[in-house]
């Protein structure tokens, strides 16, 4: 392909379910050379395969039909490539969805679906021969849970992105890729990168980080939104990649939002862990990460350092787990511990013992306060969910045990919600495997199959954090005041873990933070992870420090009966809870 200086990649998904026109909008907003989408996370492919038991022949994401009915024709005008894992447990469905689409449209683009993460029915394969697919938070392994997986997908890394491409594709349709590959596959085409340009490699890998979730990185769940301008629905981003991997975050002119430096830091954040950022084709090095303002609207991302890949691959299983139904009461004026009291006691007894179940969680939400001034200000809720392999037992006889005391119950007593059914839940279950079971390829839908070139691997042993300088007490006067006065959040899920990540908006706010918000100074904000392993890591380059909160959301969002199990408030939560900060980080001038 011809030489250039930059790729403009666009996003136009964050998840499946994301604005249908927001295709349309990167198509038609300005200039761009490939349109991406991302359509999964864990639930995602759980979803789908409900899907496909509903009509067997889907498990792909269909809205994405939809969009391409409005771009495709503009796509391939302009020369704009189309890369997306919509494929999800069925990308050569999809592809052959689209090639029928294209023939509606009098259109004929070469397109290509990827193949190779699907182990469902390679599960007994692999551990007859000594991967026992152990659970990455309990260690437990597959074979010894008992349980019977409905789904198994190995993260395959861009390099069949790559390969689809540099073989002709107009369309590249993958299945469960991690979502930055939707980035690095393209930019590899484009600049002829190597398999260990590792540094490259590890930048477009940020690049891709931050602009799969789409509006998130224009201003979505920020927390300083109300600085923002407000014109409408947000924009969604746009990655500018250089040949040597670094990268301008940006958008269209005109769309709401804005890209600032911090909107791409609460990005960086998100959903990650250790700064050792584990992909299938690289380790992106998150600490070594530098964001500098290139404009209005415009985030440079440099410096980004790369390690070879790891010697595993990721593995996303879920099974079904059982069934569950929820009720919830709400508890008005006085005495709201002993109403909630009675409800427990009467459910117990109705249905011989709560602690007859698989699992009884009873949560008291107290959001009421004394002498209110309107009904909804005096009210609290006690949510009840049970959960319980046989059908049988939840669902209509917990619908019915409510009902048995329902004019016989606590003063004031109504439901705000109560299920009729239960609803199967299913559980994530992550594992590893050896990156050399996997056997990716490329199929083009006029015939030919492509191997997919495996990079060099590298066994990980973990991150290597350099060790910290000595924190040093602030003498300085403090005053109570919210977290979230000199530092913005944003957390998200990871499985079973939550994450939470910090920044400071200036030099010395991160100094203060870093001193004062360490493991046991978080625990004391975050009561719900009394006995939890928590893990700190710090970003000095962000001004910012993450944890990890290991267990907070039980088996992954399908399963939790956590009110956010996905934890998308929870660094919103700690940045409300007081705390002593030094009255000079609380003028205007630093905290802006």
Request: aromatic fraction near 8%; charge should be negative; hydrophobic fraction near 40%.
């Amino acid at each position: 392909m011809s030489k250039r200086e930059i790729l403009r990649i666009a996003n136009c998904s964050g998840y499946y379910g994301d604005r249908l026109s927001a295709a349309r909008e990167m198509v038609e907003g300005g200039p761009i050379d490939v349109l991406t989408g991302d359509y999964l996370a864990e639930l995602t492919m759980l979803i789908l395969a409900k899907s496909r038991q509903r009509k067997p022949g889907t498990g792909y994401a269909t809205t994405f039909l939809t969009q391409m009915e409005q771009v495709l024709g503009t796509c391939l005008d302009r020369g704009i490539k189309i890369v997306t894992n919509a494929g999800g447990l069925n990308p050569a469905g999809l592809a052959a969805e689209l090639g029928l689409l294209s023939e509606r449209l009098g259109l004929r683009p070469r397109i290509a679906h990827i193949e190779g993460d699907d182990l469902l029915d390679r599960i007994p394969e692999l551990q007859q021969d000594g991967h026992p697919l152990a659970n990455l938070s309990t260690a437990q392994t597959l074979a010894a849970a008992g349980v019977h997986p409905v789904t198994a997908n190995a993260y395959l890394g861009g390099w069949g992105i790559t390969a689809a491409l540099r073989g002709g594709a107009d369309i590249v349709v993958c299945p469960r890729v991690t979502d930055a590959s939707l980035v690095v596959g393209p930019a590899a085409w484009a600049f002829d990168w190597q398999l260990d340009d590792w540094d490259r490699l590890a930048g477009a890998v940020v690049a891709g980080h931050v602009i799969e979730c789409g509006a998130q990185a224009t201003g979505g769940n920020y927390s300083f939104f109300d600085e923002l301008p407000w014109r409408g629905p947000l924009g969604y981003p746009i990655a500018e990649i250089a040949a040597d991997g670094s990268s301008v975050i940006t958008k269209h002119p005109g769309t709401g939002g804005a890209v600032t430096v911090e909107t791409v830091t609460a990005q960086v954040l998100y959903e990650t862990a250790a700064p050792d950022y584990l992909n299938p084709d690289v380790i992106a090095r998150f600490d070594t990460v530098e964001l500098s303002d290139a404009g209005p609207d415009r985030v440079r991302i440099s410096g980004t350092r790369g390690l070879p890949a790891p010697e595993t691959s990721k593995v996303c299983i879920n099974y079904h787990g059982g069934y569950r139904s929820s009720a919830t009461f709400v508890l008005t004026g006085l005495n709201i511990e002993a109403k909630a009291d009675f409800v427990t006691r009467a459910l117990d007894q109705a249905l011989g013992g709560l602690d007859t179940f698989g699992e009884a969680d009873v949560r008291l939400l107290r959001t009421d306060r004394a002498d209110a001034d309107s009904a909804p200000g005096a009210e609290a809720r006690l949510k009840v969910t049970l959960k319980d392999p046989d059908e049988g037992r939840v669902g209509r006889p917990f619908f019915n045990a409510i009902g048995d005391f329902g004019m016989g119950g606590y003063p004031g007593m109504w439901i705000d919600q109560a299920d009729r059914a239960a609803s199967a839940y299913g559980v994530y279950w992550p594992a590893l495997v050896p990156a050399s079971v996997l056997n990716p390829e490329v199929v083009f839908a006029d015939g030919p199959r492509l191997p997919v070139p495996a990079p060099p691997l590298k066994a990980y042993d973990g991150y290597r954090a350099t060790a910290p300088t000595a924190n040093t007490p602030t003498t300085d006067e403090t005053v109570p005041a919210p977290l979230g006065s000199v530092a913005g959040a944003r957390s998200g899920d990871k499985g079973g873990d939550a994450n939470v990540g910090f920044w400071a908006r200036t030099d010395d706010g991160y100094a203060w933070l870093r001193s004062c918000l360490d493991v046991e100074a978080f625990r004391n904000l975050l009561t719900e992870a009394t006995g939890l392993a928590i893990d700190r890591y710090e970003l000095p380059n962000l001004r910012a420090l993450n944890f990890v909160v290991h267990g907070l959301l039980g088996d992954g969002v399908a399963a939790s009966t956590r009110p956010d199990p996905q934890a998308k408030g929870l660094g919103e939560y700690l940045r409300s809870r007081q705390v002593e900060i030094p009255r000079r980080l609380l003028t205007t001038e630093a905290v802006r």
